[in-house]
């Protein structure tokens, strides 16, 4: 019995396929007999096609997985970037990264020890920042410092279609800015949570978070990029209200600003808590609590950067004036009375109301020092 091996002669010129014999007592048992040509490319061919289809079968789940793989990881983490690393820029880092964000973090002061303790790489030089490539520049900056810091930043070295975000109290002056300094290619979002560190320490269930989709790229990455941001606040209860930037500040100035002005003035009668507090009094408390802790410099901000924040003004100022001409005209139709029936009693001699000259003592205790005549009348 002989072992078909083919080998291609060099020395034929047809190449003609040669039998190479094996001595029969190296063999430890008999070989099949030889398969005719046609036989044997066709069994050739059926092992090809059946390796082919298995290394198909076998890399195509490995691709289609691994695709999807790297759909979910783009659509479920972003690499934030936090510049203005303070108060509110840590309050916002520490609810980022237990979502499982990869947050980074660069501002003027060196936060280092505190960003290490919460998760976040922090980075004191703004260009090596910048060539980490973080998918969204998330902006905490004071309203007063937005512009130097977003001038001073290397746009140079980010990606072309950074996103960039802010959440600054005041959202026509942010979208302005943004769109004067930032190349077309930068994305912008526009937000504002109607909260911090304060009103939201235990959770954000339930608060408002604003946002205007200024500038969103048209293709999908942008567009994911930017769901899934806002997907961040949502996935923490938030209350998710998208309007315009100047729909924002209309709102603000008759909320916010007014809050916040009324939380100060209160903060300068320096009210403290008394033995028999009422629900109300202590609502009053917990807003000067909540305004004091804010620097007078977002305060500032509001009124200088929202073109609503004046005439808001002006209107809290008519309200307080006419709420004491109000009680300024009952008091006097109560002295008019007394002097009308002191009047007729006395026969026309208008004597002064002794009751009047010497008002009651007020919540203090204290007593008002008396009014002239002059004044009665």
Not at 327 to 349: A, I, Y
Request: with cysteine; proline share 5%.
């Amino acid at each position: 019995m002989h072992s078909i091996y083919p080998t291609i002669s060099r020395f034929s010129n047809n190449h003609s396929i040669h039998l190479r014999r094996y001595n029969r007592p190296f063999l430890s048992h008999p070989l099949p007999p030889p398969l005719p040509p046609r036989l044997r490319t066709t069994k050739l061919l059926r092992l090809l096609c059946t390796i082919g289809t298995s290394a198909i079968n076998t890399t195509q789940p490995f691709t289609y997985e691994s695709k999807i793989s790297d759909r979910i990881t783009i659509s479920k983490t972003l690499k934030i970037a936090i510049v203005g690393f303070g108060n509110f820029g840590q309050f916002l880092a520490k609810t980022l990264v237990r979502q499982g964000h990869t947050i980074l973090a660069h501002s003027r002061t060196d936060y280092s020890d505190i960003a290490a303790d919460i998760g976040v790489s922090y980075y004191n030089n703004a260009d090596d920042l910048s060539e980490e490539h973080p998918d969204v520049i998330l902006l905490c900056t004071s309203v007063l410092s937005t512009e130097k810091v977003l001038r001073s930043l290397p746009l140079e070295r980010l990606k072309r279609s950074t996103l960039f975000v802010d959440v600054l109290s005041v959202k026509e002056f942010a979208k302005e800015l943004f769109l004067r300094i930032l190349p077309s290619d930068f994305d912008i979002l526009c937000t504002h949570p109607m909260f911090g560190p304060e009103s939201g320490k235990h959770s954000w269930e339930g608060l408002p978070f604003m946002y205007d989709k200024v500038r969103i790229g048209s293709n999908e990455s942008s567009v994911l990029r930017c769901e899934n941001f806002l997907e961040a606040f949502s996935k923490a209860g938030c209350i998710m209200k998208e309007m315009t930037c100047d729909e924002h500040d209309q709102y603000a100035a008759g909320s916010q600003f007014i809050t916040h002005t009324v939380g100060r003035i209160l903060e300068k009668l320096d009210l403290g808590s008394t033995p028999i507090n009422t629900k109300g009094y202590e609502r009053l408390l917990d807003l000067v609590e909540n305004t004091s802790s804010d620097s007078f410099e977002l305060y500032y901000g509001l009124f200088m950067y929202n073109k609503n924040a004046m005439q808001q003004l002006e209107r809290l100022e008519l309200a307080f004036e006419s709420l004491k001409k109000e009680l300024s005209d009952q008091l006097h139709e109560v002295m008019k009375k007394q002097l009308f029936q002191t009047k007729d009693r006395h026969l026309g001699v208008l004597q002064e109301p002794r009751a009047l000259l010497k008002l009651p003592t007020n919540g203090n205790g204290h007593a008002l020092p008396p009014r002239s005549t002059s004044d009665i009348i």
